[in-house]
């Protein structure tokens, strides 16, 4: 069979699953902060957290491309778990030859902790943020010692509970900090990570965010066409089509941004994918909520309507592992450094 | 029920969604409609396209290195039948035609490299750009064998120029409603009316005019006909339009009994309408609707070269991040073209994003540098930053309004 046609039959199966498992009660339930154990035990009876661990390794070897879409479609069906976030932790820490972990992974996006010491006797230093699932998960730092050099740290979730401090989405994004924390181990960092895990971080949030962007935009498109005021279907009235129109052009450019980021994953210059990816998605996000609240009227402001399970998604993740502005920054300062002459070379290939 | 269903109806009185919706993927079973309908797949570029970006770089470097034009104050407005000749021997033009008519029978996206390339230098290469863009590939599809080989050489060779003529006075967005008339008289039509902001009329040697041959009948597309008019015919003339700036570029064109052989026609009688959204697909879809001032992109680069400002930084990251993405757009259309399929929704959708973001770049680059713009000005950045303000009104209008094709994008979304 054919990768694709792998790849394709892996995406249907996650599809089916999320949609089987995320009844309203377990999206309730999961937004009290409560880890929804029984949904995670179905997302990893499938595989799923080890989608981009090699075959070798006792993984389903997706390419990355094709990972990448899998995180896309978890961000459709807005899944209230660390599964992202597992995907990564795994690619990573197989890649320093270890074997895939068994429970939720989680990653810090701050910039490298310090790290004291070495071998068995080496202690963190630092802060690693909001974590995802922080009080969970496991937890992958890049550390960096004395004479520079980064490593990979592992971190076994805290013993005592951490306070609650939830997203808008009301998924757990509680703080840890890691001064003092000795790590369960520590690898020399794996080529991926070497930039950080920030832009890693940042590609993820910017494939969710598309996912999520496609289906409140299908909301959108269905409440227009089924929802009568003045005797007609909303979407019949040209400034109602405008702005879904434009909101089409934001996911298009959206999309096109994101597919970049995932083709460049592994390769050399990750940093400026992510940072691409998440300044365009994460401006789109704003302005796609925007328009389909406006849409929906008062019923997408309700929590009955499913709407807001994705809305303030896009509004918490496109502040997550960096926003807008942070993004520019990096790219803005590449530019000006290279001068306007290098910039044609740097989109459109040497 | 489904993941993100909505409370039971029970429980929601009226609730105005269809449940079944949410269990399903929505979107996906959704066929055309929704946003699964949009086809924006990533396209790799064949090796010829790399070897056509070596080449036609090389050639604008030695052009340029030749003195023959000033990058900053070109866009493919710029008029310079000398280059388009250049460019024609250089073998640039008309890249996806037969040999037989002066091509180079390469990919579309060899030609969508190519004219990219040509943007991104801030060549002049307006002379031939309607030409090459969509009245030869028009000419190619639907013209008669004589008007092929006659016309299209010299095209590629960069020696023959078109305009277009669509719009009148009485017809501009709503271009069915045509009046130009176009009678029949043997081997013969004669055409009486007029068009207007017809660019580069009074330097073009042709242009095709649609014109009004029949019936409009019920859905107003009928009875629409499409000819190739050689403007140093007697019956013509055309009477200079000038723009907010001064600038002689649009024109009106006069037909008065205006006699054209049958043979100069482009497709059937009365298939007008057809053939005139074909061209607008061609006229629609190209890196022409997001780098018609690139120029002034990379001289607001090059005033910022070097700063450390946070400010400025952001803004240019910002614009980059909305090139790289319409880039991408752009190069997928320009694949699905490449593959014989028609991509008006995904175009409208390019050159609606395309045109925001040639907006944007002006009103951005007047902030971050503080200028006042002239066109009488040394100063690169500020007379590009003159030129482009003193243009940027017709980007989200030629080819097409941005209010027209946001209502094209809405009905491809499944709305109406
Ligand atoms: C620089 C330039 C060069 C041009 N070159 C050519 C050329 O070479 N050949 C040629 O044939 N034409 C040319 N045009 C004409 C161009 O195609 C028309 O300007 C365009 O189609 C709009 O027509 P209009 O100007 O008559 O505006 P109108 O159609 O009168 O529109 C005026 C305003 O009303 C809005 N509007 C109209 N209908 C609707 C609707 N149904 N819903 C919502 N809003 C609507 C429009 O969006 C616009 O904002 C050129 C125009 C410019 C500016």
Redesign the pocket.
């Known amino acids: 069979m054919e990768t694709q046609e792998i790849s394709r039959i892996l995406l249907d199966q996650a599809d089916r699953l999320f949609a089987q498992h995320l009844t309203r009660e377990a999206r309730a339930a999961a937004e009290t902060g409560a880890w929804p154990e029984n949904l995670w035990q179905a997302v990893a009876a499938a595989g799923l957290p080890l989608a981009m661990v090699p075959e070798t390794a006792g993984g389903a070897g997706l390419a990355p491309g094709d990972a990448l879409r899998l995180v896309r479609r978890s961000g459709f069906h807005a899944l209230p778990l660390p599964l992202a976030e597992t995907m990564l932790g795994n690619a990573l820490w197989v890649a320093t030859g270890e074997k895939p972990l068994a429970q939720p992974v989680s990653f810090s996006a701050t910039p490298p902790t310090g790290l004291r010491g070495a071998g068995d006797n080496a202690i963190l230093d630092g802060d690693a943020g909001a974590v995802p699932w922080g009080d969970v998960a496991w937890l992958l730092v890049v550390a960096e010692d004395a004479a520079g050099g980064r490593h990979l740290a592992l971190v076994a979730p805290p013993e005592a509970a951490l306070p609650q401090r939830r997203n808008l989405a009301f998924e757990p994004r509680p703080k840890r900090h890691l001064a003092g924390v000795r790590p369960v181990a520590l690898r020399p960092a794996p080529r991926l990570a070497a930039p950080g895990l920030r832009p890693l971080g940042a590609i993820l949030r910017a494939q969710q965010m598309v996912g999520a962007m496609e289906r409140a935009l299908d909301y959108a498109l269905l409440y227009a066409n089924e929802r009568q005021q003045f005797g007609r279907p909303i979407g019949k009235f ?1 400034a109602v089509q405008h702005m879904l129109a434009s909101a089409a052009g934001q996911f298009a450019a959206a999309t096109a941004a994101a597919d970049q980021a995932l083709e460049a994953w592994g390769g050399a210059d990750v940093e400026f994918a992510a940072a691409l990816a998440k300044a365009r998605v994460g401006e789109a996000a704003g302005k796609i909520a925007e328009i389909v609240h406006q849409v929906h009227g008062a019923m997408g402001f309700t929590q009955e309507h499913p709407l807001h399970f994705l809305t303030r998604r896009l509004w918490s993740w496109r502040d997550e592992c960096g926003n807008e502005a942070e993004w520019q920054r990096v790219i803005g300062a590449r530019v000006m450094q290279a001068g306007g002459e290098a910039l044609w070379p740097m989109l459109a290939g040497a | 029920m489904g993941p993100l269903a909505p409370a039971g109806p029970g429980q929601s009185p009226g609730l105005p969604l269809r449940g079944e919706a949410f269990g399903g993927m929505v979107g996906e079973d959704g066929g055309e409609a929704g946003m699964q309908g949009l086809r924006f797949d990533a396209v790799e570029l064949p090796r010829a396209a790399a070897e056509a970006r070596a080449r036609v770089r090389a050639f604008l470097r030695a052009e340029r290195a030749a003195g023959h034009y000033a990058a900053h104050r070109n866009s493919w407005n710029s008029f310079d039948p000398a280059f388009s000749r250049r460019a024609g021997a250089a073998g640039f033009i008309g890249i996806t035609w037969p040999s037989a008519y002066g091509g180079a029978e390469q990919s579309s996206l060899v030609r969508f490299v190519v004219t990219a390339e040509m943007l991104a230098a801030g060549a002049p290469c307006g002379a031939h750009w309607i030409a090459d863009r969509q009245s030869g590939p028009q000419i190619l599809r639907h013209g008669g064998e004589r008007v092929k080989r006659e016309i299209l050489p010299r095209i590629a060779a960069g020696e023959c120029f078109f ?5 009148e006075p009485d017809s ?3 271009l069915a409603a045509v009046r130009t008339r176009a009678v029949r008289d043997d081997a013969e039509w004669v055409i009486n009316g007029a ?1 207007i ?3 580069n009329a009074h330097r073009a040697h042709y242009l095709i005019a649609l014109t009004r041959t029949g019936e409009a009948g019920p859905d107003r597309h009928g009875g629409l006909t499409e000819f190739i008019i050689d403007l140093a015919r007697p019956g013509v003339s055309v009477r200079p339009i000038h ?1 907010l700036s001064g600038g002689h ?2 024109n009106e064109v006069v037909f008065q009994d205006y006699r054209v052989p049958d043979d100069m026609r482009v497709g059937a009688v009365g298939e007008g309408w057809r053939m005139v959204t074909s061209e607008l697909a061609f006229e629609r879809s190209g890196p022409d609707r997001f780098l018609s001032d690139y120029r002034l992109l990379v001289e607001l680069i090059e005033r910022l070269r070097g700063q450390d400002d946070p400010r400025s930084a952001e803004a240019l990251g910002r614009l980059v991040a909305h090139l790289a993405a319409l880039l991408r757009m752009s190069t997928a259309v320009a694949g699905l073209l490449d593959r014989g399929e028609n991509p008006a929704v995904e175009a409208a959708l390019v050159k609606d994003v395309g045109t925001q973001f040639e907006r944007e770049i002006p009103e951005i680059a007047r902030l971050l540098v503080s200028c006042e713009p002239s066109l009488e000005e040394d100063d690169r950045f500020a007379e590009t930053l003159a030129h482009v303000t003193l243009h940027a009104p ?1 980007f989200t ?8 094709l946001r ?1 094209m994008i809405a009905r491809g979304l499944g709305l109406r």
Do not use: H, P, V, Y
């Open positions: 040209q | 305009a277009i003529g669509m719009s501009g967005s709503d068009k902001w017809t660019s723009n570029e649009f017709s209008l030629r080819g097409g309004t941005r209010e027209i209502g």
